[in-house]
């Protein structure tokens, strides 16, 4: 029987990439694999961002989901800019994953993920209190590279 999580996020197994706006304003190229594990009953989700050319690595995280008791989504991941973190998702949407945590230091990080026009759109920001300021990291539309095997049902 196919987990809960699987279920939900069949459609975007896969490697996915495309255009991402590093810090400073650089534009560069993000590459998005998302990958069932254990029977999928978790998703490993690695990114990795460069420059254009595609030669030099800017940055690159690395997480996994998985599902709270509650039937929410549960990431914990390492990003290369933010450290560890762990972070929830907010169910506002079903058709997309909202995820938020605190970071080390005192700011939260945000990532929002939704599927439209084929593709996987991504933004990502970090915030500072209710009344802080809040920087965007990165909004992205990646388009499908590959698909990835699916655990049978």
Do not use: H
Request: aromatic share 6%.
């Amino acid at each position: 029987m196919r987990s809960a999580l699987l279920k939900r996020f069949a459609g975007w197994i896969g490697s996915w990439s495309g255009p991402v706006q590093l810090p400073e304003g650089r534009d560069g190229v993000m590459q998005l694999d998302i990958t069932p594990i254990f029977e999928g009953d978790a998703l490993e989700v690695g990114a990795i961002m460069t420059d254009q050319t595609g030669q030099v690595l800017i940055g690159r995280g690395i997480g996994f989901w998985s599902l709270e008791r509650d039937g929410r989504v549960c990431c914990v991941m390492y990003g290369g800019s933010v450290g560890f973190t762990e972070l929830l998702e907010s169910p506002d949407d079903p058709d997309a994953l909202a995820l938020s945590g605190p970071l080390g230091d005192g700011r939260t990080l945000t990532v929002m993920y939704s599927q439209n026009d084929g593709g996987l759109q991504l933004t990502s920001s970090t915030s500072e209190g209710y009344t802080g300021s809040v920087t965007v990291r990165n909004i992205t539309q990646l388009r499908r590279r590959a698909e990835s095997e699916i655990p049978p049902l």
